[in-house]
C-alpha cells in the first residue's frame, strides 16, 4: 500500500486531471468528490474513479470543458443542464438555487440533465445537510442490474441517498446502491483478484455467481432486498429518467456503445425546509427525532455513515492508503 496525504491525493487527482485535459473548474469539482470518497474510506468512489474519468475523455463520452446552465423551471424546480460535462459541476451551479427555493416553498428539487456521473451521492447529500436541509437524491447508472425474478440486466445500480440535519452530531446520511453491491466495488474485487461473495450477481446463464469477470462482463448484477429493491430501483429508473427528461440506464449504456465509459443521464436532487414545514415548533419536532436515533444506537447498532465519519476523522490525521498498482495505474496518466 501507498500513504498519502490528503493534500498529496488531491495534488495527484487534480494534476491528473488537468494534465488530460478537464478544464480547471471540472478537474477541481471532481478532485473534490473523489479525494472525499478515498477520506471517508469509500474506495469504490474514491481515487480509482480518476481512471474511468479520463478513458470517458479519451473515449470521448464527456465534455473537458462544459460549463452548466441554469434554467429556472418552476418554483419549485431548477433544472441545470450539464452539457455532457461531469455531475459535481453542475450540481456545484445549481445548489444554491435549490436551497434559495427549498426554503421559500419548502420543498424543491434540482433536476440535473445530460450530465456524466459517477460520484458518491453522500457527498452532495452534506452539502444540504449542512445548509439545515432535508435531502434525497437518486439517479440512474448503466444497465447492469437484473430485475427480480429474471437474469438480464435493465436497471443500473440506482443509488438512493437521504440526509437529515442533526445540530451538534453529524448529519445522518444513508447512501447505497439499488443493487447488492456498487459496482465500483466488483470491479475493485476484479483489480485484486479476489471473488466476490454470493448474491451479488449471476453469470451468462444467469446462474449465481462469485466470479466478477463473469458478473461484470458476460452476466449481471443482482438487486439489494429481491422484489423490494427491484422496486426500488425501478422508481429512480422513472424519476431520474423519464420525469425528468433524462436517460434510462438502458439509454445511457446504449449511448455508452461498449466504450465502457461512465454513465451519461440525469439525477434528481429533492430537498426540504424543516422550518418551512413546520413553522413555529421546528425545534421542538426536530429533538423529537433524535430519539429515533438513540432508539437505534442505545441498543448498540450504529447509524449509516458512522464508519464513514470514523474514516474521515482518521484520513484528517493519518492520511489515506491506496494499493500500490492503483497509485502506478495514477501515476502513469500523467506521462501519457
Ligand atoms: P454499502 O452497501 O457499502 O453502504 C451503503 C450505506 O449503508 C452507507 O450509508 C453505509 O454507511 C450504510 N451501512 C453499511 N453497513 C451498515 C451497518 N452495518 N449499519 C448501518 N449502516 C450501514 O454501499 P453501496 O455499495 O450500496 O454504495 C456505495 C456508494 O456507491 C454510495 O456512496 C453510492 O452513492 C455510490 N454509487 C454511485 C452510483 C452512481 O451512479 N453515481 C451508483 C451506485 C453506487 P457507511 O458508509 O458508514 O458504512
Ligand atoms: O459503482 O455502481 C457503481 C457506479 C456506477 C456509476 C458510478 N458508480
Sequence with gaps: MIRLTLNQAHELAESILLHNGFSPAHAAAVTATVVAGERDGCASHGLYRVIGCVNSLKAGKVAAAAEPQVIDQAPSIVRV??????????????????????RSNGIAALAINHCVHFSALWVEIEQLTEAGLVALAC????????????????????????????????????DFATSAIARGDIEL???????????????????PSTDPNEVLDRGAMLTFGGHKGSALAAMVELIAGPLIGD??????????????SSPYHGELIIALDP????????????????????GIQGQGARLPSQR?????????????QIPEALYNDLKALLVS
Design 81 to 102: 443542464d450539464a452539457r455532457g460535462g461531469f455531475s459535481q459541476l453542475a450540481f456545484q451551479a445549481g445548489l444554491p438555487v435549490l436551497e434559495a427555493k427549498a
Design 139 to 174: 439517479n440512474p447508472s448503466h444497465a447492469w442490474v437484473a430485475p427480480a425474478g429474471g437474469s438480464q440486466p435493465v436497471f443500473g445500480t440506482n443509488p438512493i441517498a437521504f440526509g437529515w440535519p442533526r445540530v451538534g452530531q453529524p448529519p445522518f446520511v444513508f
Design 189 to 207: 474485487h476484479r483489480r485484486a483478484g479476489k471473488s466476490i461473495p454470493d448474491g451479488w450477481g449471476v453469470d451468462a446463464d444467469g446462474q
Design 247 to 260: 436517460l434510462t440506464s438502458a439509454e445511457s449504456l446504449a449511448y455508452d456503445a461498449g466504450s465502457k
Design 275 to 294: 422550518q418551512r414545514f413546520l413553522g413555529l415548533g421546528a425545534e421542538a419536532h426536530l429533538a423529537r427525532a433524535e430519539a429515533v436515533f438513540e
Design 308 to 320: 464513514r465519519f470514523d474514516a474521515r476523522a482518521r484520513s484528517l490525521e493519518e492520511g489515506v
